[in-house]
């Protein structure tokens, strides 16, 4: 796992949470949303809690002061899920094995 991570300049937990959401994903039709609260904006890189997918913030809800002081917000928060190169790779090799089982 430590080459693999050398290999791809990555973390080697982001190799092991990418296996995971990769076979997951490819094998079992796990797919996450990446619902609003469940996004981390404060700390870098922005993720996912859900799925651990890095995230691209496209647009950050706006945010004024209503007249009892509190917080409130205008539209929503939009997202592009990071892929790895790594990912990319594992997807495409998981998806060639699914068909070669297939076919047999
Ligand atoms: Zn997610």
Redesign the pocket.
């Known amino acids: 796992m430590l080459d693999i991570a050398r290999r791809f300049d990555l973390p080697v937990d982001v190799v092991a949470t990418t296996i995971i959401r990769s076979v997951l994903g490819e094998c079992y039709d796990f797919k996450?949303?990446?619902p609003e609260d469940?996004i981390e904006i404060k700390r870098t890189p922005p993720h996912?809690r859900?799925?651990w997918?890095f995230l691209e913030i496209l647009q950050k809800p706006k945010t004024f002061e209503d007249p009892m002081g509190r917080e409130q917000k205008i539209g929503s928060l939009k997202v592009k899920a990071k892929r790895n190169k790594f990912e990319e790779e594992l997807r495409r090799k998981l998806r060639r094995e699914a068909v070669t089982v297939e076919e047999r």
Do not use: F
């Open positions: 996450c949303d990446h469940k996912c859900w799925c997918t």
